[in-house]
Each structure stands twice: as C-alpha cells, then as structure tokens.
C-alpha cells in the first residue's frame, strides 16, 4: 500500500491544522493506521493509531485532548486533527499503516510526511 500525506503548513501557536492521509490498494482497512512525527535533531515519536474498523484510538500523553485522529474507509484515508498547536509540536508528520502499536516497528508503511511548523 502506498501512502500520501498532506495537510502540513505553518500556523500560528493556538491554532489548528487537519492531516490527511491517503492510501492506494484495495486493501485499506485491513490495516491499523497511525500517526508520527519527527522533529529536527529528535528521534521519530508516536503520535496516534486507529484499528482497521475505527473503534479504537490511542495517543501519545503529549497529545492527548488536542489531536483527534479518525478514518474514512471508503475513501482510503486516515486524519489528523490538531488542535491547540504548541510549538512543540513542530514537526514532519507520517502516516503508517501497520499493527495497533505505537512503535513504529509495527508499521510496514510510510507516507512521505508533510511539515507542521507552529510559531510562538
């Protein structure tokens, strides 16, 4: 399965942005799908998954009560909502699609990221 991300850009801190995630293949929702990101210097960090039928999620404590993340399969996409955007949160963001894990281990996927840039 090939993934694409979008949604990325620069907001100022309090706002928010929606990710996109777009997957090719027929076989969509057979896969749990997640969330990470990557800041320059720092390891790549979980943000969030969602199982294949979407009901269940489960976030990383720095995000937690401001990023919701939600799927459309019948449209092959999987979302990111951010609200409350800290500059912490600055980052390239990926999708994966893989196991329901927040180690990215699990995922045999990638989309190519899309760039968050949150300013103070």
């Known amino acids: 399965v090939q993934l694409q991300a979008s949604g990325g850009g620069l907001v100022q801190a309090g706002g928010s942005l929606r990710l996109s995630c777009v997957a090719s293949?027929?076989?969509?929702?057979?896969?749990?799908m997640g969330w990470f990101r990557q800041a320059p210097g720092k390891e790549r960090e979980f943000v969030a998954v969602i199982n294949l039928r979407a009901d269940r999620t489960y976030y990383a404590d720095s995000v937690k009560g401001r990023f919701t993340i939600s799927r459309d399969n019948a449209k092959n996409s999987v979302f990111l909502q951010m609200d409350s955007l800290k500059s912490e949160d600055t980052a390239v963001y990926y999708c994966?699609?893989?196991?329901?894990?927040?180690?990215?281990?699990?995922?045999?996927?990638w989309g190519q990221g899309t760039q968050v840039t949150v300013s103070s």
């Open positions: 994966a699609a893989g196991g329901y894990s927040s180690s990215s281990r699990s995922y045999a996927y």
């Open positions: 293949g027929r076989t969509f929702g057979s896969y749990n």
